[in-house]
């Protein structure tokens, strides 16, 4: 009992830290945007603004996923959903949740090699940052991975215990009940 409330404590931390690790991509893109707004104001050039702001971009996109998925406010349609019965929503449910997991996870296989190639190549971006590209492209394989395991976790929990940990106010709110 006490390793299953600690390996939930460690995924919910895990989802949250990446949630604010989103957070802080966002307010990097603001501050990027601020910098290379005032830097045109002065007639200076901040080389690469532009890709780093799609990078953090991209970053927060990923990051973020997980975190939305376990409070509850990524896009679901549930008209099908809420016409069933219980027992037919559970085996949906499952269904919905082994594909994404099946499709994440695979996903997750080729951002790592695609990470992985271009550190082994050194790739670097085509821009004037000259960035190689192994390092935002990790920050999307990390927010991929979190994102797999999240789908794994409320699947698993889904097929044990009957129920996703999909936080239920903000998912009824969503679908307008």
Known sequence: MKLTRALRF????????AGVLAALC?????????????????????????????????AASFLA????????????????????GKTAQRILEIWCF?????TVWYFVYYAYR????SWKFNDISQGQDRTPLWIPQGFMFVGAVILAIALTDHLLQLIFTGKHRIAPELEEAVAGE
């Not at 501050?31 to 045109?40: C, E, K, N």
């Not at 695609?114 to 190639?117: E, G, H, L, N, Q």
Request: proline fraction near 1%; glycine fraction near 12%.
């Open 10 to 17: 460690g995924l919910d931390g895990i989802y949250k830290t």
């Open 26 to 58: 966002l307010i990097a893109i603001l501050g990027l945007i601020v910098v290379q707004m005032l830097a045109r104001w002065t007639g200076e050039v901040f080389p690469g603004a532009a890709e780093y702001a799609g990078y953090a971009m991209a």
């Open 65 to 84: 996923f997980a975190n939305a998925l376990n409070k509850g406010i990524h896009i679901r349609v549930s008209i099908l959903h809420q016409m069933l």
């Open 98 to 102: 082994a594909i994404g997991s099946a």
């Open 114 to 117: 695609f990470v992985y190639w």
